[in-house]
């Protein structure tokens, strides 16, 4: 059961990674940056959110340094998408990674919040903290892109999904359920939420300037 | 005469918390962020300047983290603020803030130098911590809204002030003068500076192009 | 040996950090910052990348905290090409600086992936951190200026370069070649092939949309 528990979350990983690598790569192509901004760009996305979240918690060594390889991942996907894609897949990219996004998000915001409890953060601190985890990729990726992060611009619920996922996974802990249902509830809960705002076409209420 | 001290200081840190705050839910709504980015802005206003003086020291936990409560508060004051502000307010509320951001100025200054030194820093690397705390909230904020920083552009004297109060803190505890008298002058010259700035319109003359 | 050895990496360093320094000066005089914001950027763009590398592998204290006549060093040399600085050397400036910048790419990356690798990190994670060492000073300049990091979008190869020297360390290494040997290497060949590449105009061909 452990096992299988551990090879599917191996799978969601690397599922959300590739996505969020790519996300990353398309922002890169729009910015017409060379192929080595790409790549870092293509990197901060993937590993920027988990990067500052283990800062912030002052926890070593990184993911991607204990699991290196994950380096040679990102590398190998970076030049074949380079290789394969043209201009216009970009559309087309975008559009298909919405869904392993999805999947992505609920993982990272259920991982980065159970990760800062387990570090012994208060509640609130860690919900955050599985945010920066979810959505701090992104952000840092639209950052070195100048654009302004589009988690907190473009209007379409993201990363109040995380902070709704967090909190459940907080409340069922605190009410004696065990880490693994509740780290899958939060996940399963985060990422349907953002499927459905995917395919309804959610938007969050504009603040009345 | 400490009971009563540590009052003031909680009482001018909850006025430059919440201040700071406020300029990023200012610079958010210029933005047109959603109200999850303008939260999210306002929390980078607020904490970012502390939280990165403490990576750089490497002190842990936060202050934020030791004092989550404080979250709740930065919560509970968006939302307020978002239901109650309206677009004709910004530009009141951006005066109005004016001062309290000097107490601001001027109490994480003092607070930021001492840390420092406290943790071994020689001098001028303890004053560079002090303008840290206080303006890379300011700065995180504006690099998230995609603007080039104000303090580092708009040609009114503010972080000089800081470098000026820090410097002043460290030469009077080199004189053998106490943490508590020499940090309140710091932080009263700093802010009265920033006050006589605003109220006369000081500006910092332009390296001649 | 030894001891020559180490006043010409002092000496590297000192002309690496100066032209970084400069290149931040430039950036900022560009932008219309003000002197404040101009030291700012100035130091953010010779301490940035070392001091990032440095919070990634959790080393302390910083170059410049440990050594911090350093900052002494960069105020005064603000203060001053700012008083004898006008717009029209700043073209010239830029291009005077080009060949001092590309010891200091060859010595950021032989330095940092050297540091990394003796704090156990394996070769690619290594590689990662001489690179990070070398360009994020410009990186976060570029940032903070407000634009797409040049790193990342002329089409310019520079970035390639270091980890070209770093990946020429590590399996020199590997071979069993003396750690001084290899950094000398890498750091020859890295600022060579950089020389090369303004010398001849080389491009990095553009992925193609």
Redesign the interface.
């Known amino acids: 059961m452990e096992y299988s528990l551990a090879h599917l979350q191996l799978a969601v990983e690397i599922i959300a990674t590739v996505s969020l690598a790519f996300s990353g790569l398309i922002a890169?192509?729009r910015?017409?940056?060379?192929?080595?901004?790409?790549c870092?760009?293509s990197g901060v996305a993937a590993f920027g959110g988990g990067?500052l979240r283990d800062?912030?918690l002052?926890r070593?060594p990184?993911f991607?340094?204990e699991n290196?390889y994950w380096?040679?991942v990102l590398l190998g996907l970076c030049i074949l998408a380079?290789l394969l894609m043209?201009?216009r897949h970009l559309q087309f990219t975008e559009r298909a990674i919405q869904i392993p996004d999805a999947l992505g998000l609920g993982l990272f915001t259920a991982l980065g919040t159970q990760i800062a409890l387990a570090s012994g953060?208060?509640?609130?601190?860690a919900v955050?903290m599985g945010v920066v985890s979810a959505i701090f990729g992104g952000?840092l990726r639209d950052?070195?892109?100048?654009?302004?992060?589009k988690?907190?611009?473009?209007?379409q619920?993201?990363?109040?999904f995380a902070?709704l996922g967090g909190t459940v996974l907080i409340l069922m802990q605190q009410s004696g359920i065990s880490e693994t249902i509740s780290m899958i509830t939060a996940l399963c809960l985060t990422a349907a939420l953002r499927v459905l705002a995917i395919v309804y076409g959610w938007r969050?209420?504009?603040?009345?300037?």
Chains 1, 2, 3 share one sequence.
């Not at 969050?204 to 300037?209: E, K, L, M, N, S």
């Open positions: 890169g192509a910015k017409q940056l060379d192929p080595v901004g790409m870092m760009v990067t800062i912030l002052d070593r990184f991607w340094i290196s380096l040679w380079m043209r201009g953060l208060p509640g609130i601190a955050l952000v950052v070195f892109c100048n654009e302004i992060p988690a907190f611009s473009d209007h619920p993201y990363a109040v902070l969050i209420p504009a603040w009345r300037v």
